[in-house]
């Protein structure tokens, strides 16, 4: 296939005058979306009301839509389901893997993974107790760290402050070498880089829809159970349409076979129907020219701020195979200077202490856009824009 | 206040012709929640992009709900937060509980109750080990069960077959007394019945908003933690925006002041802003007054049916005191008799093994309605209406 990156960029509903850099942390609004969920609110809700659940396919919603997911991640038909957050999924898939590893104690992660996963590890060790330990080290020592000790390993594939990429098919080798099971997370490489979960042999994986795969504020996250595991795991958050016959109402829980177990509460069906939406941005999208091209205008912005913006430090990886969707740079005013870029219309974001990250997201960025944020940044920084004071008021949301 | 209830009803978009008796399962649609989700995708998300978490007040919709909630449920400013769907909300109940009570070992629940709440809890007390244990017994005989190894009661104040409800006040106290602590779900009481947590002295309390409150497939669940506990847990689903800081990325979670500590993961915005939209319909409904119309509601339905379809018995309390804001009847034959009910435009709904079910909300129901949905189910029992075999086959959402 040939992806029309024109195309795909009519598919979004983008304000004028705005160069969005920011999709890595909440994707732009697909033009599908407000007309779906309208009609999931009206014809479906509104019209058919409790029926819908059956009439309008509701409850089978998130393993349809896992499996549209499941192809741009290389995940097998059946290994995907929907729900919740991404902290929830990181915490079913953590757990899962402590009980296939009944003799070992260790979670292994790094230093540069999202703190919510970091956090969720603490919770589920700390509930645990008996010697369980979350064991954090610097993103370069993962691999040596991996021992006989380890349990499960738990990496973010993509760094969300550096861009720097992990070597998912080297490290879960490594892993699986050592007996350890491997999770990864996928926040920063849904929909950024090509994935191939069965092909690296990955244990479990999860990841958010609201990024890359542009589902909206609060979309659902998703999560990957390899097939040879998906039988062996009693969840822990054994919620009741993770059963095997949730209107059986029966007083013990038996959990569903597959990748459905993971599945807990009632699903979002209104940020459900927001997803199947923008999910149709991908049909025709080839993962490997997303690839080609993000690698393309990665470079081109890199080239222009690092020879307008001698200020500016580069922490994103040269190596393009070594980083994944997104730009970063460090600066000490890196707040500031990001305030004066989203007043001037480039939006990207800031990640404390110093970081300036700005998301490249090919279905609906181009060269255009490359040099002309790059041209913003240049006079921001040469201007020394940034030096006034309504761009240092912290907001709550950074 | 005097409650409208003329205009409360204007305020839904119900099909014609139907009669909705399944409020207690999925609430239908308020007439503003199309345009307020439009809204939210169109002009917050299409148009603010990542800052409408700022400009849009995104971040803090879950405490600012939580509080038009909380009237609702006399629970006390700040102490209800939305997120997340029930089960992941008892599941941190119940291990806030745990924690509160270190040295007792049981969760005490009741057969009634809805699975889910049951497999939680099994899910935990599996995690746990160590002799932790749910000990479930008949709905009558809680109060005798309540001794001092008890950690925590978990109980449905609303049993969701048979409608009979348990008295909150009472329960609260004799677990205060025997030095347990008290969690309740509100599943068919948060909008359905008046409820006084502070009053009641109760610890903790979750829900969900997608029935009486009428919130949309797979809105939010609410939790309730009471002052004099929120500072003391420890949250196990320590997801980063219950941190303190969740901007300032640390590597260790600190949880939050109060309630907003059991937020988790990224609030679903659009099903929040369905549900705010949602809450506009109480403005100006005083639970006391709905109390009352749903009882005088519930029993002439039930002196209805009671005086012509002499094979339905009658399974929720006859005392009006000791009822929520349904009505159940059993039949060997249920489910067909449901299924002959909807054909006719009588939706209410059946749940395993033989039970009908009719949500009874004042907000749209009125006399009318409930004389018609008794002479449609008088004529399908008189006729066998529901003996053919279309009402026979069973759907996969019952």
Redesign the interface.
């Known amino acids: 296939m040939t992806t029309d990156f024109t195309a795909t960029k009519a598919l979004f ?1 983008l ?1 004028a005058g ?1 160069i ?1 850099l ?1 999709g890595n ?2 994707g ?2 697909p033009r599908a ?2 007309p779906r ?2 009609a999931a ?2 014809a479906e ?3 058919m ?6 009439k309008a396919g ?3 919603l998130p393993e349809r839509l896992g499996n549209r997911i499941g192809r741009l991640i290389g995940a097998e038909p059946g290994t995907v389901t929907l ?6 999924k990181v ?1 079913q898939a953590l ?1 899962a893997a402590l009980q296939l590893r009944p003799e070992r104690r260790v979670i292994l992660s790094d ?1 540069g993974n ?3 996963d ?3 590890a ?3 060790t ?3 107790g008996q010697g369980y330990e979350l064991r ?1 080290v610097a993103p370069e020592d993962v691999e040596a760290a991996i021992d006989e000790t380890v349990a499960v390993t738990m990496l973010t594939e993509v760094d969300y402050r550096t861009g720097r990429k992990h070597d998912m098919a080297a490290l879960t080798a490594k892993a699986h070498a050592a007996g350890a099971l491997a999770f990864w997370d996928l926040a920063h490489s849904a929909g950024a880089v090509p994935v191939d979960l069965a092909g690296a042999g990955a244990d479990f994986a999860a990841g ?1 829809t ?1 990024k890359y795969l542009n589902s ?6 998703f999560i990957y159970v390899a097939p040879r595991h998906a039988g062996q795991v ?8 993770g ?1 095997d016959a ?8 038996r959990p569903a076979p597959g990748a459905a177990r993971m599945r ?9 129907a ?1 997803l199947e939406a923008a999910l149709d941005v991908w049909d025709g999208v080839s993962m490997a020219e997303i690839r080609a091209r993000s690698i393309a205008l990665t470079s081109r912005f890199i080239a222009a701020v690092e020879a307008n913006c001698p200020d500016l430090t580069l922490v994103t990886p040269r190596d393009p195979q070594a980083r994944g969707s997104q730009v970063s740079f460090a600066h000490a005013q890196g707040y500031a200077i990001m305030q004066a870029l ?1 007043a001037r219309g480039v ?1 990207g ?1 800031f ?2 202490p110093d970081i300036l990250r700005f998301g490249v997201t090919p279905l609906y960025i181009g060269e255009a856009e490359i040099d002309r944020a790059a041209d913003i940044l240049t006079e921001v920084m040469a201007t020394r824009a940034w030096d006034r004071p309504e761009f240092h008021a912290r ?4």
């Not at 009301?49 to 059956?54: Q, V």
């Not at 909206?216 to 996250?221: F, H, N, W």
């Not at 949730?246 to 829980?253: H, L, R």
Request: proline letters at 11%; one cysteine or more; a negative charge.
């Open positions: 509903d304000p705005v969005y920011d942390s909440l732009p609004l979306v407000a969920v309208e609110i009206r809700w509104g019209a009301l409790i029926t819908a659940w059956n509701w409850m089978d729900g919740d957050t991404l902290s929830i915490f757990d230093s999202f703190p919510t970091l956090y969720m603490q919770g589920l700390g509930l645990l954090v958010c609201y909206g504020p609060g979309g659902p996250a009693r969840p822990v958050l054994s919620g009741w349409l059963h949730p209107f059986a109402f029966e007083p013990g829980y807990v509460g009632t699903p979002p069906v209104l940020q459900l927001a989203i939006i974001d990640r404390a907001a709550k949301v950074t």
